[in-house]
């Protein structure tokens, strides 16, 4: 998954930016937004930029808004993939999916020791790829949305038992939209799950969290896509 799509429009990282503040969840530094009283939860997995992205952090404070408390763990303990510093086949080994979904299980069951009663997780890119495995355990999420991700396979899908979205780009070569129509199509094919397949025209990989703000097409692409996203969980978290 290091195509150089995956690397397009990094943002430039800060560690003030949003509303919410920082904690330790399952322990994980973890950008945190909402009611630390609400029983739903929202898990926001980041693409390879890391849980400091400032647009990242603003979806997360816009999704606390509709009631939720939302987390944005730092899955690569302080390490997100920078191209003048990290040799990226070395940096995806060190930060692979089975770990993250690993540290993903551990604060969902941290929020669940808190009172949380419902879950959803969302993820981008990298984090995408970690919801789909995420969402094989029923007992961990109630609900996953995969947004232009790493490359995921048919078997993957099949092993999903969670409701789960997928919202692809038009324009993406990691992740094609022939890829997110064979998945949607096994998505379909589970009787015992509802799920929901998009794919946006004129957009490409990353286009809800690296989005050109002075673009106003970019901008209400990823809004259109923040609203899919937000409806599905609406309809699954409660």
Known sequence: MSGAECMKNPPT??????????QEIGGL??????????????????????????LLRKL???????????????????EPLDREKHDL??????????????????????????????????????????????AKYESTIDAAVILHPGPITVDDIN???VPTAILAAEHDHIFPPDQAKLLGNALSAKSEIESFVKIF????????????VEDESAVKAAEEAHSDMLNWFTKFIK
């Open 13 to 22: 990282l800060n560690s003030a930016s949003g509303i919410g503040n920082l």
């Open 29 to 54: 530094n973890s950008y945190v937004s909402g009611s630390i009283h609400s029983q739903l939860a929202i898990l926001l997995i980041s693409d390879v930029f890391g849980y400091e992205a400032p």
């Open 60 to 78: 997360a404070d816009k999704v606390a808004a509709s009631g939720y408390l939302v987390v944005v763990p730092d899955f690569f303990y302080g």
């Open 89 to 134: 086949q070395t940096w995806f080994k060190d930060h692979g999916i089975d770990k993250g979904c690993e540290d993903a299980k551990a604060v969902v069951e941290s929020l669940k020791s808190k009172g949380v009663s419902a879950i959803g997780a969302a993820g981008f890119c990298w984090g995408g790829m970690t919801v789909s495995q995420l």
């Open 159 to 161: 092993e999903v038992k």
């Open 201 to 212: 025209p004129g957009v490409e990989h990353g286009w809800t969290v690296r989005y050109n």
